[in-house]
């Protein structure tokens, strides 16, 4: 998610026989909530911590935008491996945050910040995982899981590594422009999860003025 923009608009629509709703995510600051309310958004999804290692507290007013329009709000959390211990991350996040969000989505994905990208090491990176999993927890946290299977090969190694956390929701990425979870169940999954909560599917696009990425419930 370096460029990935996380509002999270949600569209109902009508999908194959069953109620589905498609969403975005912002990671720069955004108020005009109106608009994208106007245009089918039921909840936002913003960048709560920065992928070189701090908590992205201009974020707090984007939140607060999209609860005050009536939105639901999610954070996510770009791990910083290297310079700050998981429980640390998690403590500044939560206190920053606060209640103004309901699920906290860790982004693991490569990370170019110098001094924050995951080791060569599939059992420790997977460990960070596991702490910065369990810490959220401690807080009461709701936690999900957003990457992608090319993602998810590249730090844990392969597909089925590091298969500790399918009691949580996991919000995938595949760029082919089809709202539904066809791909996955056809070979993009990983991690053990059997059935996936969320799919970006589409990227770089514009909203009220927002660069979004499109998502399928």
Known sequence: MIKITFVALLVLISFQGTQAVIGVDIYSPFNNFQCLKDNGVQFVIARGYQSYGAVDSANVATIKNAKSAGLITDIYHFPCVGKVSAADQVSATVNTFGSLYGTVWIDVETNPSSGCGWTSNINTNC??????????????????????????????????????????????????????????????SFGGWSDPAIKQYDGDETACGAGVDFNFY
Not at 127 to 151: C, E, N, P, R
Not at 179 to 188: A, E, K, V
């Open 127 to 188: 460990q960070f995982l596991k702490d910065i999993v369990a810490a959220y927890k401690s807080h009461g946290k709701l936690v999900g899981i957003y990457s992608s299977q090319y993602q998810w090969t590249s730090i844990f190694g392969a597909a089925g590594n590091c298969s500790y956390f399918t009691n949580l929701p996991i919000w995938y990425a595949h760029y082919d422009n089809s709202p539904s979870f066809s791909d996955w169940y056809n070979g993009l």
